[in-house]
Every structure is written in C-alpha cells, then in structure tokens.
C-alpha cells in the first residue's frame, strides 16, 4: 500500500494557505449540515409518532364515550 490518502488523487499537490483553510471550512460545513439533516429527520419521525399514538387514543376515548351513551 501507498502512503497516499483515499480521498486525495496520487497527482494532486496537497492544498496550502486559503485553499486548505477553504477546503477544511467547507468540509465542516458539510458535516454540520449532515448533522442538520439527520436531526431535523429524526425530530420529524419523533413527531410523527406522537401524532399517529394521539390520533389512536382519541379515536379510542371517542369509541368508549360512544359505547355509553344509550
């Protein structure tokens, strides 16, 4: 094995000066913005759940309080 990185192509000079600055803020970004969008999705799927289990007790309290009217 080569002591090359993965993710840098074996002709490419590493970057200096404000293109690694650059590279390294956008790689950040990247990051935050994946971390963003996985917690928006899970606080979604969190919300869905409650609103699906609300929907299913009212609907239950709705056919218990429909049982006892005469």
């Known amino acids: 094995m080569s002591g090359t990185s993965k993710s840098k192509r074996p002709d490419e000079p590493p970057k200096r ?9 956008d790689a950040i970004a990247s990051r935050n913005e994946l971390a963003s969008r996985r917690a928006r999705e ?29």
């Open 17 to 25: 000066g404000e293109a690694a600055w650059r590279a390294h803020r």
């Open 42 to 70: 899970r606080r979604q799927e969190k919300y869905d759940q409650l609103s699906a289990r609300q929907r299913a007790d009212e609907k239950r309290e709705r056919a218990e309080l429909a049982k006892r009217k005469p």
